[in-house]
């Protein structure tokens, strides 16, 4: 789910991470995902523009001046 993916941006790196807890047969089990995307530049934070559609995420950034 969207609200369960957090990002952090610390210069050129973009920090993504994700859980989801899920309940099925075996009991409940819990999931983690963690990235660490190196952009090709510097980006303005300020800029983020989120979507999430299908099970898509897409992130924009504006380069840093």
Do not use: C, M, W
Not at 35 to 44: A, C, G, H, M
């Amino acid at each position: 789910l969207e609200e369960s993916i957090k990002l952090d941006l610390k210069g050129d790196i973009l920090i993504l991470e994700a859980h989801s807890a899920s309940s099925g047969q075996a009991g409940d089990e819990k999931r983690k995902y963690s990235k660490e995307i190196l952009l090709p530049s510097k980006v303005n934070p300020e800029t983020e523009e989120r979507t999430y559609k299908n099970g898509i995420l897409e992130i924009k950034f504006k380069k840093a001046i």
